[in-house]
Nanobody, 123 residues
Framework: QVQLVESGGGSVQAGGSLRLSCAGSGRTFSSYVVGWFRQAPGKEREFVAGISWSGLTSYGDSVKGRFTISRDVAKNTVYLQMNGLKAEDTAVFYC?????????????????WGQGTQVTVSS
């Protein structure tokens, strides 16, 4: 079993930065792929970034060059550093964990989810 708790959301002006954290529980958390997704009102949940147990990363096209995902194995925590935020980044951000080797980009592949954290970017 894996439990995930996100933190770090908030309100920021366009061009600003935020860092989201995803704290995971469970001895095997470090072996899971962890992904960040976001969902804006009226839209489908969208893949933002993912990181494998070995440190490989993957990003959605809309955030490449602006967002960075990383993980601290000792702290069982995955981070999402978001720079150059835009109004269209406004959404609820979720972290999720998958017991896979490859980084998956679809929500159905992730079996564990956090409660979400709101990110609001004003223009």
């Amino acid at each position: 079993q894996v439990q995930l708790v996100e933190s770090g959301g908030g309100s920021v002006q366009a061009g600003g930065s935020l860092r989201l954290s995803c704290a995971g529980s469970g001895r095997t958390f470090s072996s899971y792929v962890v992904g960040w997704f976001r969902q804006a009102p009226g839209k489908e949940r969208e893949f933002v970034a993912g990181i494998s147990w070995s440190g490989l990363t993957s990003y959605g096209d809309s955030v490449k060059g602006r967002f960075t995902i990383s993980r601290d194995v000792a702290k069982n925590t995955v981070y999402l550093q978001m720079n150059g935020l835009k109004a269209e980044d406004t959404a609820v951000f979720y972290c999720a964990a998958a017991s896979t080797i490859e980084i998956k980009t679809t929500p159905v592949d992730y079996g564990y989810w956090g409660q979400g954290t709101q990110v609001t970017v004003s223009s």
